[in-house]
């Protein structure tokens, strides 16, 4: 059934986990994608509620380790967020991408909330970025069907290092995964990019990588997108690969465009200095960032971004610590380990 952008709010019950965190946010940024421009983020999820606890996760150790989908946050708080950000930020929004620091497909209500969000903001762009690891329920497939974007990741065919790098919930199986997502690609009539995210010994292997580039010639996606680890990863073991290695592994996907994620190149985000901390906190949240980053993600002065950390850190609100020779911020409660170098 259709639904119009102004009918009343349906009830969805059970969605008292997501509403009983004080000033939850649903969305954040816009933030600088590397891959999607300026990207307004939904936030669907409470942090670190995740079907898998990857060793290279930005956003710390998953503390709610679950395969039950469940509404933490009702779509008509999202709509009408949306509509208030949008309304008082006009022009500064490429595209709406469901992301998060948990698994967006274990949101019940997704089907409901995509096809809300194209009603009522059908010019722009809708993506979601998910783990995949629900592509095997066809309901998830089903509610996916809104989205203009979908991009599942896939980091291991192998039962083994499957289960090394991204440490699933109990029952769940590399190939329960991958049938699911040759049964999307058959369904799905948007734009399908798989993202292969490769760990230093993991999954670099030049044997895993064969697997890998096989399965998706199988998948057929639009395209395939490589990265590596860049921030502070959950694990400290979690390392990235040089531009180098990373070039050699994309010469195994060849004729399936693929590329490796490059930086952004898109124009700044005009935002005023309003609320500074809560903003920078809020991006915290999803994972950690270094001071040059949030600056240019928020659009404020790189001065005036040291100042507000500065505060910051003084009230015990954030921790800094060094990673791969950048200085990162991140929430004291996120859970990450020190990295070595750190
Ligand atoms: S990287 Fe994504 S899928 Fe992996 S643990 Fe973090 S939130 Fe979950």
Redesign the pocket.
Known sequence: MKRSPHSSPREHPGSSDFASREEATTLFGPVPSRRLGRSLGIDVIPP?T?????V????GR?TCHTLERKVFVPPERIIQDLRNHLSDHPGQTDILTLS????PTLYSALGDLLHMVKENFPELPLAVLT?G?LLWDPQVRKDLRWADIVIP?LDAVTSEVFRTI?RPCRGLTVDAILEGLLAFRKEYRGHLRVEVLLVSHHNDHPAELARLARVLQAVQPDAVELNTVVRPP?FPGAGGLSQGAMEGSLAHFSGLNARIIGSYQGGGISRSEDRLDRRILALLERRPCAAMEMAQSLSVSPARMEQTLEGLLKTGSIVAYPHGGALYYCLPTRGHQRSRDG
């Open positions: 670190k995740c079907s898998f606890d990857c290279y996760c930005e956003s998953t998060s620091a948990g698994e783990n690891s990741s991204n959950a």
